[in-house]
T-cell receptor
């Protein structure tokens, strides 16, 4: 069974501070994909990043960076110099490997609500 | 380029009633997945449609059913509504190859309240 744990329910930071959102996952698959999605108040989930289980290189995209550590089953997300527009709920998610039919489902964590205070 | 569109955006039903939610996928996408997101929780996978057939299903009872049309749009039907069905229902679309990596494009959801 797959499981994604986001232990931080809510985080508040002051604008321009750095913040790290934690994600720990469990899976028996050797091939899997990890994701981060952002959900603003409008409700639409916005895709941020995808990593596969064979690529442990950290990635940076502007103010966003991701740290994937297979040894600790973690996929943490850091926002540098946070801005008010970063306020949202952030979900970490895990996708199993493709089954014989080519279909799969995505398992989401419970989310971390980030509030950036001006 | 239109993204994923869902209707209605909000609706209120009473216990025992039936509801139909609709989703139009992003242009060019052929696969539709439905998720239920209870308040304060992450989205839970309901089922996935491709080529007008249900291809995979999560742990939801048979009261939850769906359909995909030839134009790739989809409906989610819930019968005999329970109070616990109150949630945001999210539709996600993708290419079939996109499904293999789980990259999904979501709509803004339909918020269902059951009284």
């Amino acid at each position: 069974a797959q499981k994604v744990t986001q232990a931080q329910t809510e985080i508040s930071v002051v604008e321009k501070e750095d913040v790290t959102l934690d994600c720990v996952y469990e899976t028996r698959d050797t091939t899997y994909y990890l994701f981060w999605y952002k959900q603003p108040p409008s409700g639409e989930l916005v895709f941020l990043i995808r990593r596969n289980s064979f690529d442990e290189q950290n990635e940076i995209s502007g103010r966003y960076s991701w740290n994937f550590q297979k040894s600790t089953s973690s996929f943490n997300f850091t926002i540098t110099a946070s801005q008010v527009v970063d306020s949202a709920v952030y979900f970490c998610a895990l996708s199993e490997a493709v089954n014989s039919g080519g279909y799969q489902k995505v398992t989401f964590g419970t989310g971390t609500k980030l509030q950036v205070i001006p | 380029d239109a993204g994923v569109t869902q209707s209605p955006t909000h609706l209120i039903k009473t216990r025992g009633q039936q509801v139909t939610l609709r989703c139009s996928p992003k242009s060019g996408h052929d696969t539709v997945s439905w998720y239920q997101q209870a308040l304060g929780q992450g989205p839970q996978f309901i089922f996935q449609y491709y080529e007008e057939e249900e291809r995979q299903r999560g742990n939801f009872p048979d009261r939850f059913s769906g359909h995909q049309f030839p134009n790739y749009s989809s409906e989610l039907n819930v019968n005999a509504l329970l109070l616990g069905d109150s949630a945001l229902y999210l539709c996600a679309s993708s290419f079939m190859t996109g499904v293999n990596t789980g990259e999904l494009f979501f709509g803004e959801g339909s918020r269902l309240t059951v009284l």
